[in-house]
């Protein structure tokens, strides 16, 4: 496991700064947005009534990843964890929006646009390379931890870098 160098959570006047994970290989920057922001942002690029109602139900992380490293690091969503008051989370796969989204008949153009919105399933990210979206999670008051392993090397033979964090959590609308 890699030495976490830093962790960075600030929480004030309900504004939401990044919890930053840094090792000497790579960035991790994890943003909460909250279900007002995220319907906005969906509500602005003429999402259905119905879809947003579905999205405002959900907890939305955005994820920025950089490359630090001098080797290429790669991302694979299926190896992260997550999980809350020692019960697990289930990340669900981009697969599954896309089916629930069918099934509500819900415009091509608006499943296409909250595709791009998400980080991508797996990605190689070359030095010096950044690439981000979000994560969906379903809505928890509780902390979330997150573990996750990045391969490493032009053919994932490299030594893994593995990041874990208790410290996620799902931003919420002032009341």
């Excluded at 790579?26 to 999205?55: C, D, H, W």
């Excluded at 939305?60 to 809350?84: E, H, R």
């Excluded at 599954?96 to 998400?118: C, G, H, I, V």
Aim: overall charge positive; glycine content about 4%.
């Amino acid at each position: 496991m890699i030495n976490i160098l830093s962790v960075l959570l600030v929480v004030s006047n309900l504004q939401v700064q990044p919890l930053v994970i840094k090792t000497t290989d790579i960035e991790i920057k994890f943003v909460p947005r909250t279900a007002n922001q995220m319907a906005s942002f969906y509500e602005a690029r003429g999402f259905p009534k119905e879809m947003l109602n579905v999205l405002k139900q959900q907890c939305f992380i955005t994820v920025g990843i950089s490359n630090t490293s001098n080797k290429k690091i790669w991302l694979d969503l299926s190896s992260w964890t997550f999980s809350a008051a020692g019960k697990a989370i289930k990340r669900e796969h981009r697969d599954y929006w896309k089916k629930r989204w069918q099934e509500m008949d819900a415009p091509l153009n608006k499943q296409s646009t909250f595709r791009w919105t998400l980080i991508p399933e797996t990605l190689d990210y070359l030095p010096g390379e950044h690439e981000g979206g979000n994560i969906v999670l379903p809505f928890t008051k509780q902390y979330i931890s997150v573990s996750a392993t990045f391969a490493t090397g032009e053919n994932k033979q490299g030594t893994p870098i593995t990041i874990h964090t208790d410290k996620l959590f799902c931003a919420e609308d002032p009341q």
